[in-house]
């Protein structure tokens, strides 16, 4: 379980990013983070992921607080970020240096599977597709086997067919390994149609204004009314008036 308690973030000129954002997240689960430009959502994430220090407030997984990077946490970022000199194989166990070699291969062709690029190993990075050069990012993330993965909107560069056909496959590596997903999107159908739960932050500064659970049945398809019902509901909550928050 993830919980954030009252985090607030000043950055040194006074910037006010985000104001006492509580948050329980149960493992397992499916959560996106929407809102307009601006409201938060990557500093929230980075947050969870250690990558940046909270001015107020705490983190904590399983009880435990955190206050920098943990071995529990995964990330992946908008662009691949993939080391050009190292094949994708090498991309992906590049954090396994610490095992010993056999288990390294065995978890990199794992993980490699999963995504779909088993055939795809020797490969360099530039001789991938977009798309797949994403999927192998993935596959590095999850390749360290974290209970919590964050994804900052891992597919907004990627064209309509290829982004609908990688929200399936993570759809599918989730419910094969019931990580907690954290991701965020500025799309609302792609959060209606992956997540069990969205998070709604607003900003000036960033704070969360609706905290709605997506009760659909998978495969979601966007004719059912139950998909209209809870896109509408969305709608209306991205477009709450803000409210004046101090820290």
């Known amino acids: 379980m993830l919980v954030v308690d009252a985090l607030s973030k000043l950055y040194a000129d006074g910037t006010q990013a985000l104001a006492r954002v509580s948050l329980t997240i149960e493992a397992g689960s499916?959560?996106?983070?929407?809102?307009?430009?601006?409201?938060?959502?990557?500093?929230?994430?980075?947050?969870?992921?250690?990558?940046?220090?909270?001015?107020?407030?705490?983190?904590?997984?399983?009880?435990?607080?955190?206050?920098?990077?943990?071995?529990?946490?995964?990330?992946?970022?908008?662009?691949?970020?993939?080391?050009?000199?190292?094949?994708i194989a090498g991309n992906v166990?590049?954090?396994l240096t610490h095992l010993p070699k056999g288990e390294r291969r065995a978890r990199v062709a794992e993980a490699l599977r999963r995504v779909g690029l088993a055939e795809q190993a020797k490969r360099w990075p530039r001789e991938l597709s977009g798309g797949q050069q994403q999927r192998a990012?993935?596959?590095?993330?999850?390749?360290?086997?974290?209970?919590?993965l964050l994804l900052d909107e891992p597919f907004s560069a990627l064209d309509a067919l290829t982004?609908?056909?990688?929200?399936?496959?993570?759809?599918?590596?989730?419910?094969?390994?019931?990580?907690?997903?954290?991701?965020?999107?500025?799309?609302?159908e792609e959060a209606l149609l992956l997540a069990d739960r969205v998070v709604v932050l607003r900003s000036q500064p960033g704070h969360v204004v609706a905290d709605l659970d997506i009760a659909l049945a998978r495969p979601r398809l966007r004719s059912e009314?139950?998909?209209?019902?809870?896109?509408?509901?969305?709608?209306?909550?991205?477009?709450r008036p803000s409210v004046h928050l101090e820290f």
């Open 30 to 87: 499916f959560v996106m983070i929407t809102g307009k430009s601006g409201c938060g959502k990557t500093t929230l994430l980075r947050l969870i992921a250690g990558l940046d220090q909270a001015s107020f407030g705490t983190i904590a997984i399983d009880g435990e607080p955190i206050s920098g990077t943990h071995p529990a946490v995964g990330v992946v970022f908008q662009e691949p970020r993939l080391l050009p000199w190292l094949s």
């Open 225 to 239: 009314t139950g998909f209209e019902t809870n896109r509408r509901a969305l709608l209306a909550a991205l477009d």
């Open 93 to 95: 166990g590049f954090g």
């Open 137 to 148: 990012a993935i596959a590095r993330a999850l390749v360290a086997e974290p209970k919590i």
């Open 163 to 188: 982004r609908a056909d990688l929200q399936d496959q993570l759809l599918a590596l989730w419910q094969e390994s019931k990580t907690t997903l954290i991701m965020i999107t500025h799309d609302v």
